[in-house]
């Protein structure tokens, strides 16, 4: 909304393609939230053509008042909860594994974040060229003094994925190396 006004399909197509790979929600989340933003004064609803057969479609902008939360967010600290870390959580009783099973684990889990890596270097790349769609609607909007560091900002928030991607993957592969060093067929002691 920030970029622009947006219907809620609109949202759900920029979503895809910018902010929601730094935080996914799930596309029935977004007439529910717009409306509710709506509700609290932070966005403008607007019936606007749709078509040529006399239907409408709600369009929403950003308010003042949407302005001033958005402020208010970036005023605010963040709040941190405690980690649940379900990868860390299965490797730290990969005793109970069956033979082989932690390793297609640990091959998955790299797989991902290799993925993941390559989809926030690709992001970088858009976001440099500023051929990313909402980023161009977002800039198009500021004038062009500002534009540099709205750029580096979203650039900077990939390259935390891409390290913390790169982190994952060496994890896995560390692990890989000690169920090599332990003969992966290791399977718990039956003490009972
Ligand atoms: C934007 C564009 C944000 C592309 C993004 O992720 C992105 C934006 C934070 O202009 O809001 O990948």
Known sequence: MSSGPMTGYDVGKQFSTS????????DSQIYPELRKMEAE????????????????KTEYTLTLAGEAALREWQAQPLSY????????LKAA???WAP????????????????EQKV??????DELESRTNSTLARRLAR?????????????????????AHAEQEIEWAERGLRLLD????????????
């Open 41 to 56: 004064g932070l966005l403008k609803g607007e019936q606007i053509p749709w078509g040529n057969r006399g239907a409408t």
């Open 81 to 88: 909860v405690r980690d649940r870390n379900p990868a860390r």
């Open 142 to 162: 500021f004038p062009g003094t500002g534009h540099e560091r709205i750029v580096r900002f979203k650039i900077f928030a990939y390259q935390g994925t891409v």
């Open 19 to 26: 902010v929601g790979h730094v935080w996914h929600a799930p």
């Open 119 to 124: 989809q926030a270097i690709q992001m970088i």
């Open 181 to 192: 060093e332990l003969g992966d067929l290791q399977q718990p002691d039956d003490n009972r």
């Open 93 to 95: 009783y990969f005793e």
């Open 99 to 114: 033979p082989g099973a932690a390793a297609i684990q640990l091959r998955a889990h790299a797989a991902h974040y290799q």
